[in-house]
């Protein structure tokens, strides 16, 4: 029974679950995103959130303790650098939550549930949107002043249907919604190459889409321009496909 069982062993031994953390911290410290199975990304982000604690205070016990979770091993000599010197200070401002999940389609064969974990503070394309909307700042309460209410419009993180765009279908806007591409803002400040590469990277075939109309197609769309947008949809000239391959299995 799991009474009082707080942790998942994955279905491994003390020593072997160890050394599967941390491997899995090593790669992602390496690599800044790794891809793995969702009960595993959840005892990662437990595991490997503490080490990223100890890059913020440079000192020789931190070192030393970062070492010995990063397993000991001759990879781990770089990374431990690499940990304090560059990841460190840019962590540097962050309270906690230094990790993200996002959660992927499952596992064909096994149908495991499946997921990206990544360092927040290296996903370019999501700090890119993010930076666009007003800083909120909290204000006490102390002292009995007036409630005052802002006057800026609330940032929605709701994602748009983005089959609306020439090319996209069900498949590949779910690909673009994992990696932080949901809606049509998003994609209109992306370029063509990020969007190609992740297609690259996302699980399917997605190497025959060409996403070069995509930024200025969801451009419109984020300004309401609908009539233009079918316009300019109705004039491309075999540009891209005009159904996701991957629809039919829908």
Request: charged fraction near 35%; hydrophobic fraction near 35%; charge should be positive.
């Amino acid at each position: 029974m799991r009474h009082g069982k707080k942790f998942r062993s994955l279905s491994r031994t003390k020593s072997h679950r160890k050394a599967l953390l941390g491997n899995l911290a090593a790669e992602l410290i390496k690599h800044k995103r790794i891809k793995t199975t969702l009960a595993k990304g959840k005892e990662l982000r437990k595991y490997v959130e503490p080490i990223l604690t100890r890059a913020k205070h440079d000192t020789t016990h931190s070192r030393r303790m970062a070492y010995k979770y990063l397993l000991n091993n001759e990879q781990a000599k770089g990374l431990v650098k690499e940990l304090f010197a560059e990841i460190g200070p840019k962590i540097a401002d962050r309270p906690g939550g230094y990790t993200r999940i996002i959660k992927l389609p499952p596992r064909v064969g096994d149908n495991a549930d499946m997921c990206y974990i990544e360092l927040v503070d290296y996903n370019e394309l999501l700090l890119a949107d993010a930076g666009t909307a007003k800083k909120k700042t909290r204000r006490s309460r102390r002292g009995g002043g007036s409630k005052t209410t802002s006057s800026a419009p609330k940032a929605t993180t709701e994602a748009d249907d983005l089959k609306k765009i020439e090319g996209v279908g069900p498949k590949t806007a779910e690909a673009l919604t994992a990696a932080g591409l949901g809606t049509f803002a998003a994609i209109a400040a992306a370029s063509a190459d990020d969007i190609r590469k992740v297609l690259d990277q996302a699980e399917g075939n997605f190497g025959a889409f060409d996403p070069a109309t995509w930024p200025e197609q969801a451009k419109l769309a984020s300004e309401g321009k609908w009539d233009e947008l079918k316009k300019w949809q109705d004039e491309l000239d075999g540009g891209m496909p005009a159904k996701d391959s991957n629809s039919e299995e829908e």
